[in-house]
């Protein structure tokens, strides 16, 4: 057995046509599969930390939301777009003065929010001066 590696067009290996020894091509050959490997670990492992940030954002995010439970003035900042929240406008506003709705979008023809229930058309409404994010739901 030859202790050169042999080119695929070579019928014998010969010192001449050989630039290292077998044993650092074997040793280099098996240095470049354990770096394959490490590399893939490290794709493997920048993508669950991606996914780890991800779910962290979310939490914050939800953190942030349960912070801000209480009133909010319409002026000062509105809800996300397509979120039920309650609104508030006063006893003169619908009898009752406030209303479960969301944004449906937040340039009406109008300038304002357009508000829906769910029910009907969307609904510019002036009279609102206060909303919040709707309670969480009981645990069963």
Request: charged share 30%; hydrophobic share 30%.
């Amino acid at each position: 057995m030859s202790k050169y590696p042999l080119h695929p067009y070579q019928t014998h290996a010969e010192p001449l046509y050989c630039q290292i020894p077998l044993e650092e091509y074997e040793s280099i050959k098996k240095e470049n599969q354990e770096l394959k490997e490490a590399n893939k670990n490290l794709v493997e492992s920048i993508a669950e930390l991606e996914a780890m940030k991800q779910k962290e954002v979310e939490l914050d995010l939800r953190e942030r939301r349960l912070k801000e439970r209480g009133w909010h003035k319409m002026d000062e900042s509105l809800p996300d777009v397509g979120e039920y929240v309650i609104v508030y406008g006063g006893d003169a506003w619908n009898g009752r003065g406030y209303a479960m709705l969301k944004i449906e979008t937040m340039k009406g023809p109008f300038g304002c929010p357009l508000w829906t229930d769910g029910s009907g058309e969307p609904m510019c409404i002036d009279e609102m001066t206060h909303w919040m994010h709707l309670p969480t739901p009981p645990e069963k």
